[in-house]
């Protein structure tokens, strides 16, 4: 499998990374065109109510991979069979399968498409100033690879990420003022919802460009069982070039932006290779692992395309994380900050200490006390009396 790029991964005295062999200097709406399939459909659906008797090059699915403002270029070996050939296309338009069972060469994928301002309100200057002020940065950067690296980096270290809300039955409120006074005004942690909603409003106030992705986690998961779309994460355009930025998952997170066609030192233990499908594609979107390096090899951390999601969408998972009886979230205390070069988690009363090599060590927590301290002296989550109070009959009803 090809790899993409891997992010520098050495650190500054402050601990910051050193992501591009320097140091690193001190989101967005998902309306991209439709897919293949649906403009197949629509066209289909034009001509049988006698609107047209020629398809609009828009709408004409044989117009795969021509110009235009809403074409989403096909390579040629994932053309619809017809258009291969030069044969009559069929009348089940596009119907024919894609070849997709082979690993992706990410040097194929399609990171020119726009990615399209915001449905998602950007913090005001106010609160873009409290946030960065959150995070421990004093000035507005502007829009740069190194910026980008320099808010992931930060966020990071500043803001944890936590469960305790869910496992007390609260619900979990990802709209942007909510997001905002948890994570900026309470100074709590939360999860990807949170964290990368916060993040993309940060970045459209200060002039990135950015929209959110769907991921399948796959950490610890075995490879034949399935799981649903519940982690967020962004795609971030600097200088016509995508990256991705995620600092809302819980496990080992990467500490920078990772490119999405580039080549880059192999200094991190975080790659992006293409994955393997057997299902129809758009020819755009390709799936991607995100995968660490571990004393054992590398490993899985979640599954991704390239396909522009609505955040209006992230309601609904939102609520299948934080309510449903099948979801870890309900089952798991889970928290984690990176602190320097280490990289800290916290599972029920396991605490990881992972080094930026992919070296780990483990500590046992015994009693809820030694578990509440930790969170709020090493993980760094401001916890008020009646919420640790609550985190500690959880934990002593788990026995």
């Known amino acids: 499998m090809a790899r993409i790029r891997q992010a520098a991964g050495r650190q500054d005295a402050r601990g910051v990374p050193l992501c591009r062999g320097g140091p690193v200097a001190a989101a967005a709406g998902a309306h991209g065109a439709p897919a293949r399939g649906h403009r197949a459909i629509l066209w289909r659906h ?92 004093q000035q507005r950067p502007a829009p740069s690879l190194e910026a980008l690296d320099a808010i992931v980096a930060a966020h990071l270290r500043r803001i944890p990420f936590e469960n305790i809300d869910v496992l007390l039955g609260r619900p979990i409120d990802i709209a942007l003022d909510a997001v905002f006074d948890k994570l900026v005004t309470r100074e709590r942690g939360g999860y990807c919802f949170e964290h990368n909603t916060l993040l993309a409003a940060a970045l459209t106030a200060l002039g990135f460009e950015a929209m959110p992705l769907a991921a399948r986690v796959r950490y610890g998961i075995d490879e034949g069982v399935p799981t649903p779309q519940s982690h967020l994460l962004l795609r971030v355009r600097v200088a016509h070039r995508d990256y991705i930025a995620d600092v809302g998952f819980g496990g080992p997170n990467p500490p920078c932006a990772l490119p999405l066609s580039e080549p880059a030192p192999e200094t991190l233990p975080f790659r992006l290779v293409g994955a393997p499908s057997s299902a129809p594609s758009s020819g755009a979107y390709h799936l991607l692992d995100l995968e660490l390096k571990t004393e054992h090899g590398w490993t899985k951390l979640y599954r991704f395309d390239l396909s522009p999601q609505a955040w209006i969408d992230y309601a609904a998972r939102n609520w299948y994380v934080c309510t449903h009886p099948d979801s870890v979230f309900l089952h798991r205390l889970m928290a984690a900050r990176t602190d320097g070069a280490v990289r800290l988690t916290m599972t029920n009363g396991e605490l990881t200490e992972r080094d930026a090599d992919g070296a780990s060590r483990h500590v046992r927590l015994e009693t809820p006390e030694q578990i509440v301290a930790t969170l709020r002296e090493r993980i760094g989550v401001r916890l008020d009396d009646e919420t640790a109070a609550g985190l500690r009959e959880w934990l002593a009803r788990q026995g």
């Open 46 to 137: 034009e001509r049988r109510r006698g609107r047209s008797n020629a398809p609009s090059p828009s709408l004409d699915p044989s117009a795969a991979g021509t110009a235009g403002p809403d074409a989403w270029p096909v390579p040629a070996d994932r053309q619809p069979c017809a258009a291969r050939t030069g044969g009559a296309r069929p009348a089940a338009a596009a119907l024919c399968r894609y070849r997709t069972a082979r690993p992706v060469d990410p040097g194929d994928l399609d990171v020119t498409t726009p990615v399209n301002p915001s449905a998602q309100p950007a913090l005001d200057g106010a609160r873009l100033d409290a946030y960065l002020d959150r995070i421990g940065l």
